[in-house]
């Protein structure tokens, strides 16, 4: 059974940092995709940034020049370095997993950025 554990959010002033930490289990191959989503009250869950087995990225524009990505595939393990946050960051985040086309979810960690 495999299974995505998140931690790191929480709350933080605008101009600070956060670095979320996402553990897949239950898989002993790399999953072929990770990623890091959100989802902000009222909203629909967005991509905010994931990265490939290759260590390709992809970035949502929002983020671009503030967040970065990276994974440890030795841990099937994802990070997502958050700098420079803005009250429009907060949201729950979610870790994603993907191997072939069988996805994954993690429960959430909150990240709430005061202004």
């Known amino acids: 059974q495999v299974q995505l554990v998140e931690s790191g959010g929480g709350l933080v002033q605008a101009g600070g940092s956060l670095r979320l930490s996402c553990v897949a289990s239950?898989?002993?191959?790399?999953?072929?995709?990770m990623g890091w989503y959100r989802q902000a009250p009222g909203s629909q869950r967005e991509l905010v940034a994931l990265?490939?087995?290759?260590?390709?990225?992809n970035y949502a524009n929002s983020v671009k020049g503030r967040f970065t990505i990276s994974r440890d595939s030795t841990k099937n393990a994802v990070y997502l370095q958050m700098s420079s946050l803005k009250p429009e960051d907060t949201a729950d985040y979610y870790c994603k997993a993907k191997w072939g086309t069988e996805n994954y979810w993690g429960q959430g960690t909150q990240v709430t950025v005061s202004s």
């Open positions: 990265v490939t087995l290759g260590g390709t990225t």
């Open positions: 239950g898989r002993i191959l790399s999953a072929n995709i």
